[in-house]
């Protein structure tokens, strides 16, 4: 039996179903489960961990990433395209990547999302040049010690037949069926606890054919996995629904079995009333990505209506190439003053931005083991030291997390594991992993 109690913290937010914040408490964890919530718990034998000026919060979860796309952040002819012409620019380069870039880049990102946090992360792999293979990010995420839910992307209509992605990064449909039933036999784990869920996920709805979107869903209902893709980013993307399939992207999604809980679109920025009381009524997930939104000029996603409508929303930092940065706490942030562009400062608070980036997340990706913290939960545990430069002077820990800093975690758990100490990796060499980037960077470049 192993046990880590962490004591002291200044305030515990439970994300409980009251929502219990507990000022001077602790969490004791017992071989990867929390075994208690409370003040003054007794552990004699425990490995003790100290909070005091810390707030500790479930640990965060990212809902959509394309990890591999670490190696091309900043790419100069990307800086400033939207969404289908930064695509265009990036093809080139995604193409010519093979198993070690996708493994790298993926450590780098699954540290980065680590280090703000993050300790339950998907990801969207849609390409595999050069043998690159799923397994590759499973592995990433295994060394790192993240609970990972990777899905397995796909593309098959290139330029020639009227998509936008260049021939050589597209797949035949068959091979694309075929390779997800190997992921999800492979490696899904569907048990309480599991660290490897694998979801289907076709690109997006103009990277594919309709057959594979519906046959997608087939597969995922009869292997009782989840099914992922980018939805409604921006008017493009609608307009192209419009044009090619005669209808709006939530009634092209119904129509292909792609609505249910089992579901989770990323963006949505683009969905009407209709679509969001759709998604409501059918459970379907949203994984919002405010920073990307932004960087790509998408616009802002409905997401107030859609809480208020009863829609399950998560956070994604989407990938490193559209955001560019890949910090889930400052996503969080984002969420909230994005909001509050448009709808004025009471349309989220801190709080709620919080609950989002945590249970709302775990909710998204179907978990109910995750995103709070209660006893016979999973002990997925952020600390967060508010006595640094970022919070001071704050009259409200939990709302200065949000409201103001840390960025960057001090002790990270998951499982009970730790994956961060006093703000360092200890999973991995992670100086060495960033100069292995480095020099995959300057080969791609050159
Ligand atoms: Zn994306």
Same mark, same amino acid.
């Given at each position: 039996m ?6 002291h913290?200044?305030v515990v937010?439970t994300?409980?179903p009251g ?8 969490? &004791? ?5 929390i075994?208690?919530v409370?003040?003054?718990?007794v ?7 100290d #909070?005091?000026?810390?707030v ?16 091309t952040?900043?790419v100069?002819?990307g800086?400033?395209? &939207?969404l289908f012409?930064w695509?265009?620019?990036?093809y080139?380069?995604? #193409?010519r ?16 999302l #680590? ?16 043998g ?10 295994r ?12 593309m098959?209509?290139?330029v020639?037949? $009227? ?10 449909e068959a091979?694309?069926?075929?390779d997800?039933v ?10 309480e606890?599991?660290m490897?869920? %694998? ?9 594919v054919?309709r057959?594979?979107?519906?046959e ?5 209902r ?5 099914l ?6 921006n008017d493009?993307? *609608? ?9 709006r992207?939530?009634?092209?999604a ?8 089992d *579901? ?6 683009? &969905? ?5 009381? &759709? ?16 960087r790509?000029?998408?616009g802002?996603?409905?997401v ?6 009863? *829609?399950?929303?998560?956070? $994604? %930092?989407?990938?490193s190439?559209?955001?560019?940065a ?8 984002m969420a909230?003053?994005l909001?509050?562009?448009s709808?004025?400062a009471?349309a989220?608070?801190a ?5 989002i980036?945590?249970?709302g997340?775990?909710?998204?990706l179907?978990?109910?083991d ?20 970022? #919070?001071? $002077?704050a009259w409200d820990?939990?709302?200065a997390?949000?409201l103001c800093?840390p ?6 758990f998951?499982e ?5 100490r ?12 960033l100069?292995?980037q ?9």
């Open positions: 192993s046990e880590i109690l962490i004591r913290a200044d937010v994300m409980n929502r219990q914040e507990l000022s001077g408490a602790d969490v &004791l964890v017992r071989d990867g489960v075994a208690a409370g003040n003054g718990l552990a004699p034998a425990a490995e003790v961990v #909070a005091s000026g810390c500790v919060t479930p640990g965060l979860v990212n809902t959509h990433h394309h990890l591999y796309q670490t190696l952040r900043a100069p002819g800086q400033d395209a &939207l012409g695509l265009k620019t990036l080139p380069i995604w #193409a990547f093979g198993p070690e870039e996708i493994f790298v880049s993926a450590k780098v990102g699954l540290a980065e #680590a280090l703000s946090g993050c300790t339950l992360t998907s990801d969207h792999l849609y390409l595999f040049p050069n690159a293979r799923l397994e590759d990010t499973i592995h990433a995420a060394e790192v010690g993240l609970r990972f839910h990777p899905t397995r992307g796909a098959s209509i290139g020639s037949d $009227g998509g936008l992605p260049p021939d050589s990064l597209v797949e035949r091979a694309i069926l075929d997800m190997r992921m999800v036999d492979g490696f899904h784990d569907p048990a606890g599991s490897c869920r %694998v979801g289907l996920a076709p690109c997006s709805p103009f990277s054919s057959d594979l979107m519906r997608s869903a087939l597969l995922a009869d292997k009782g996995v989840m992922h893709t980018h939805l409604a980013e493009e993307d *609608v307009a192209y629904s419009l044009a090619q399939f005669g209808c992207p939530g009634q092209y119904e129509d292909l079995g792609w609505t249910g809980d *579901v989770w679109h990323a963006h949505c920025v683009k &969905l009407d009333g209709s679509e969001i009381g &759709l998604f409501a009524r059918s459970a379907t997930g949203v994984s919002h990505c405010p920073c990307s939104n932004c790509l000029g998408s802002v996603a409905p107030r209506a859609m809480r208020d409508a009863g *829609v399950k929303v998560g956070l $994604g %930092v989407d990938g190439a559209s955001n560019d890949g910090n889930l706490i400052g996503e969080a942030r909230m003053l909001q509050r562009v709808l004025g009471d989220m608070g709080r709620e931005a919080l609950e980036a945590t249970l997340g775990a909710r998204v179907g978990r109910s995750v995103g709070s913290l209660e006893v016979g939960k999973r002990a997925d545990i952020a600390v967060w030291d508010m006595r640094g430069v970022e #919070a001071a $002077g820990p939990v709302a997390l949000i800093g960025t960057r975690v001090r002790h990270l998951v009970g594991r730790q994956v961060v006093d703000g360092q990796m200890v999973t991995i060499d992670l100086p060495l992993v100069e292995r480095r020099a995959l960077a300057a080969r791609l470049a050159g």
